[in-house]
């Protein structure tokens, strides 16, 4: 059985920095791509970040691209999102998509069951 579990949510600061991972398991990790999303209440989920099987990093919104990092280690199952200079308009529920990383969602791909950011002081 494949789980993809997010982690790393919370409290944060303005202007903090948090570290969310993505841990997977049941697959061949480092056959997939890897993004995170991230959703506002009653919205759709907006793609931040991907990263390729080998890598490559894909930038998603232009309001993150230069304050979130997506970074993998395939030897621990992990994908990590490190955020820096947090916003209000950060806080989201972020969602780890594990099946692809260029924003697009197939029915092979797995979703994580998200972990809630809050960005307030």
């Known amino acids: 059985e494949v789980q993809v579990v997010a982690s790393g949510g919370g409290l944060v600061q303005p202007g903090g920095s948090r570290r969310l991972s993505c841990e997977a398991s049941g697959l061949t990790f480092s056959n997939y791509g890897v993004s995170w999303y991230r959703q506002y209440p009653e919205k759709g989920r907006d793609w931040s970040a991907g990263?390729?099987?080998?890598?490559?990093?894909?930038n998603g919104m232009s309001s993150v691209k230069d304050r979130f990092t997506i970074s993998r280690d395939n030897s621990k199952n992990l994908v990590y999102l490190q955020m820096e200079s947090m916003k209000s308009e950060d806080t989201a529920k972020y969602y780890c998509y594990v099946g692809a990383s260029d924003g697009y969602v197939t029915a092979t791909g797995y979703w994580g069951q998200g972990t809630q950011v809050t960005v307030s002081s």
């Open positions: 990263i390729t099987r080998c890598g490559a990093i894909r």
